[in-house]
């Protein structure tokens, strides 16, 4: 979780010997963990207390801030069994196409009343992954990849799996992309206007210049097309506003589609 990762950083940055690491661990135990728990748009926050003579050392504390969501991550992602991965892949993807079998009847009728109006088409599932771990992909891969079909609902009619997009880039491809949404959510308007703080704060920015990507484009395509969206475990962090403009476009345009979101109950 984002707050485990602050709490961490911070103890792991008062012993660097990065200064930057160190001066950024400082701020936020002053200001405390939990108002950095969400800590791309404190960041963002942050700037306020720079301007472009010490701009410096407000990109060196993000870069500090970034190497270690890497190392983290990377700990992390050792947790996740190889085995485990494997033996769970084949129904953890089916999965998201089956779930609607669960559904109380009003909510699976509306399902099914969209399913109906493509009643010749199979059902493509395409994944946008906001984590940066690799588990899901490695599953994604164990059962076939795109154009795999994940079962049948009706004669000659399957769900297949289609495209798998990470949004904010992945271990996998040795990529974190981490910030805010857009240049206004820089709380310094003196901060905002320079290009390199751009670069290394706004998602879209660093991924175009510093990762020469288009993840972003794809990904929002797949949901300018989509009918059902599913979501999973994503949070409504005002870091990502422009997916869930992109949602809000696709449910206020197209009148057959619908969106489902999941919680995760303790």
């Known amino acids: 979780s984002a707050p485990a990762f602050i709490e961490t950083f911070v103890q792991v940055g008062a012993r660097s010997q990065n200064r930057f690491a160190k001066d950024l661990a400082a701020r936020i135990s002053d200001d405390g963990i939990d108002t950095w728990a969400d800590f791309e748009r404190a960041i963002g926050r942050y700037s306020k207390n720079f301007n472009t003579s010490s701009v410096g050392d407000y990109l060196g504390q993000k870069e500090a801030l970034d190497d270690y969501l890497g190392e983290w991550l990377e700990e992390k992602n050792k947790l996740v069994p190889e085995d485990f991965v494997r033996a769970n892949a084949k129904n953890c993807l089916s999965s998201l196409t089956k779930f609607r079998r669960g559904l109380p009847d009003r909510q699976r009728g509306l399902i099914e009343q969209i399913m109906k109006s493509h009643?010749?088409?199979?059902?493509v599932l395409d994944i946008i992954c906001f984590n940066y771990t690799d588990a899901l992909l490695k599953m994604y891969k164990i059962v076939g990849g795109e154009g795999t079909k994940l079962?049948?609902?009706?004669?000659?009619?399957?769900?297949?799996?289609?495209?798998?997009?990470?949004?904010?880039?992945?271990?996998?491809?040795?990529?974190?992309?981490?910030?805010?949404?857009?240049?206004?959510?820089?709380?310094?308007?003196?901060?905002?206007?320079?290009?390199?703080?751009?670069?290394?704060?706004v998602k879209e920015e660093i991924e175009a210049s510093v990762y020469q990507r288009t993840r972003d484009a794809e990904g929002l395509s797949l949901i300018r097309k989509a009918n059902?969206?599913?979501?999973?475990?994503?949070?409504?962090?005002?870091?990502?506003?422009?997916?869930?403009?992109?949602?809000?476009?696709?449910?206020?345009?197209?009148?057959?589609?619908?969106l489902i979101l999941f919680s995760l109950e303790y």
């Open 119 to 123: 009643s010749t088409e199979s059902w």
């Open 151 to 201: 079962g049948s609902f009706s004669p000659n009619r399957y769900s297949i799996l289609g495209k798998f997009v990470f949004a904010h880039g992945s271990l996998e491809q040795h990529e974190i992309i981490s910030g805010v949404d857009n240049q206004n959510q820089i709380a310094s308007s003196e901060l905002a206007k320079l290009d390199e703080v751009k670069r290394a704060l």
């Open 228 to 258: 059902l969206i599913y979501v999973f475990g994503m949070s409504f962090g005002i870091t990502d506003q422009r997916w869930w403009r992109a949602i809000d476009e696709q449910m206020s345009s197209d009148g057959n589609s619908l």
